[in-house]
Every structure is written in C-alpha cells, then in structure tokens.
C-alpha cells in the first residue's frame, strides 16, 4: 500500500483546511485508516481514525468538534476536514493505514504510513 497526503499549506488561525490521503491498490476498503500529525520539536500524535466502511469513527480529545475524518473507498481516498484552526495545529500531518478488527489510536498500530503534508497556522 502506498499512501499519499496533499492538501495542507499555510492559513491563519480560524480559518479551514481539507487533507487528502490517495491509496493504491485495490484492497482500500479493508483497511483502517488514521492520520496522525506531528507538531515542531514533538512525537507524533493521534488526530483520527477510521474504521473500512467509514461507519465508525473516533479521535483525539484535542480535535473533536473541530475536524472531520472520512472515506471515499471508491476513489480509495481518506479525508481529514480541519476546521476554527489553531496556532497548535500547526504540524506535519499524515496518513496511515492498518488491517485488524477495531480502529486503533497507537502509532504502532499501523503499516503503512504516508509521506505527510505540512500545515502552517498563523496567529
């Protein structure tokens, strides 16, 4: 599986933000899929997960109400939307997929990673 993040840039706080994640391979919908990001000088952290059909879905105290996690199998893209962003926003964001039975919030949870896209949020 090879994983592909786009979407992030620049933008002021409050402001709003869609990330996609591109899949290959044709056994998309089986996967669990996260993103994670990963702030300046910080470790990597959960934002959201996904379950396959994109029925379930859970994330990060520091993000709910605020983003948006989604699926499109038949494009084999996920999305994250991120919204009212903050200055603590700002981070390396990216993608992951996993197989298993349940979403999972561990980075080592996951095998495949994608190459991440960078946002910026300005005060």
């Known amino acids: 599986v090879q994983l592909q993040a786009s979407g992030g840039g620049l933008v002021q706080a409050g402001d709003s933000l869609r990330l996609s994640c591109a899949a290959s391979?044709?056994?998309?919908?089986?996967?669990?899929m996260g993103w994670f990001r990963q702030p300046p000088g910080k470790e990597r952290e959960f934002v959201a997960a996904i379950s396959p059909s994109g029925g379930s879905t859970f994330y990060a105290d520091s993000v709910k109400g605020r983003f948006t996690i989604s699926r499109d199998n038949a494009k084999n893209t996920i999305y994250l939307q991120v919204n009212s962003l903050k200055p603590e926003d700002a981070a390396v964001y990216y993608c992951?997929?996993?197989?298993?039975?349940?979403?999972?919030?561990?980075?080592?949870?996951?095998?495949?990673w994608g190459q991440g896209t960078l946002v910026t949020v300005s005060s």
């Open positions: 992951a997929a996993r197989t298993g039975l349940l979403p999972d919030s561990s980075r080592t949870a996951y095998d495949y």
């Open positions: 391979g044709r056994t998309f919908s089986i996967w669990h």
